[in-house]
């Protein structure tokens, strides 16, 4: 029997067109999102909060998704799905 914590998806989203002073992060346990002005951090969280909504009625976790999956997600909820990568082991 191993100790081994099972692995778990997360979704990290990165903004990089911030032009104010403020430090913009919102976590939780799916996802965590970084900068941005107030407008892509806006987008990200509504495209992070779309995908985990689809994703449940997948009735999967997202460490369960392939990348064939993951990608059928992104296509269904992102204005711009060039802008999303996936780095999970399941091809």
Do not use: N
């Not at 100790?3 to 799916?30: M, S, V, W, Y």
């Not at 997202?62 to 799905?81: A, C, G, N, T, W």
């Amino acid at each position: 029997m191993t100790d081994e914590k099972e692995k778990q998806g997360h979704l990290l989203g990165l903004g990089f067109d911030q032009d104010d002073e403020l430090k913009r992060i919102t976590r939780a346990p799916e996802f965590t999102l970084l900068g941005g002005s107030e407008e892509t951090h806006g987008r990200m969280l509504e495209e992070t909060q779309a995908f985990l909504e689809v994703l449940g009625k997948y009735g999967k976790k997202m460490e369960h998704l392939s990348k064939r999956e993951y990608f059928d997600i992104v296509k269904k909820i992102s204005k711009q799905p060039k802008t999303w990568f996936y780095l999970g082991g399941k091809p």
